[in-house]
């Protein structure tokens, strides 16, 4: 499974990895078994299967990888409130039947549907948009985590928005008519679920975040403080540039470096299962620590 590039004399093998996917287990288009089998088909040596505050796609993801002999790693991405701002926390081999963990899970889960029943509100109230909660739940496998992303996919069938990633700065950011607040798991508190799993908690594609630079080291001091080892340097949704400031953040904080296509589905994600680039030279792989 491995590739093998030339440099000077001696080849070396490159890792395929892919620590950061969606399945229909939160807000993927592709059940858990497929989007395991897409790894291994795209050549994907070590994979992560990383829902959003849910772990019932694990067991299958892991039976389908061991079918293919492709390293399987249980992953979750936890939602964050942190500063008045959505993060997301990816937790890293833990031990899946962790009681603390899960509770903790399901008391993100339990509050998604009243969250969205108040989205469907506020979207029927200021766009005159009816039926959305029954509309996004048509979209949810899982209902109890009903997100944005199926709200999104409704619009879009509603002839709102023509794509799914235009959907979120018109509609469904902070400011705009779908968008309301919520209370999601704290900072410390995502650590703590992951570490007292057994697992290495990384911080989600943090070129995402609208921190100023004081703001975003304010965060990883905090992050690190409660007991997070590392962080998402190569990312689906990063840019040349973030790579290159997050890999500088990531040595000077002494990080794992971590990488992941957050791939969700075709047509809604540019990059496919292990089609990131590999993390750059000088940085410590997460998975030396596996
Ligand atoms: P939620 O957990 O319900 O707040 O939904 C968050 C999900 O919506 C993320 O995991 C992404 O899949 C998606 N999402 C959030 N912001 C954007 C964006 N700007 N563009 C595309 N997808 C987004
Ligand atoms: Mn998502
Ligand atoms: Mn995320
Ligand atoms: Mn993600």
């Not at 070396?12 to 059940?31: E, I, N």
């Not at 009681?99 to 009243?114: P, Y």
């Not at 968008?179 to 990384?202: K, P």
Request: proline share 4%.
């Amino acid at each position: 499974m491995h590739s093998f590039i030339s440099s000077g004399l001696l080849p070396f093998p490159v890792l395929k990895v892919d620590l950061h996917c969606h399945s229909t287990a939160s807000d993927g288009l592709l059940s858990p078994e497929a989007v395991a089998r897409r790894a291994a088909d795209n050549g994907v040596d070590l994979f992560s299967l990383s829902d959003h505050d849910d772990l019932s796609g694990l067991p299958i993801a892991a039976t389908v990888a061991g079918e293919y002999g492709m390293r399987f790693i249980t992953g979750v991405e936890i939602s964050v409130e942190w500063e008045n701002a959505q993060v997301h926390i990816l937790g890293y081999n833990f031990a899946a039947d962790d009681v603390t963990l899960n509770a903790g899970l399901q008391s993100i889960r339990d509050g998604r549907i009243s969250r969205a029943r108040r989205m469907s509100d506020e979207l029927e109230k200021k766009l005159g948009l009816s039926g959305c909660f029954d509309g996004a739940m048509r979209y949810a496998e899982n209902p109890n985590l009903i997100s944005r992303a199926h709200f999104a996919r409704y619009l879009v069938e509603q002839g709102v928005c023509k794509e799914v990633r235009n959907v979120f700065e018109s509609y469904l950011v902070p400011g705009k008519p779908g968008y309301v607040d919520h209370r999601w798991a704290s900072l410390s508190e995502s650590i703590g679920w992951i570490v007292g799993a057994g697992g290495i908690a990384s911080v989600a594609h943090p070129g995402r975040y609208k921190f100023s630079r004081k703001l975003m080291r304010q965060f990883l001091d905090e992050f690190k403080q409660a007991g997070g080892r590392a962080i998402e340097v190569v990312s689906g949704s990063h840019s040349a540039d973030n790579v290159a400031v997050f890999s500088r953040l990531s040595s000077e904080y002494g990080f794992l470096a971590s990488c992941g296509s957050d791939f969700h589905g075709e047509g809604e994600s540019y990059i496919d299962i292990g089609g990131t680039a590999p993390l750059p030279d000088g940085l410590t792989p997460i998975w030396e620590a596996f």
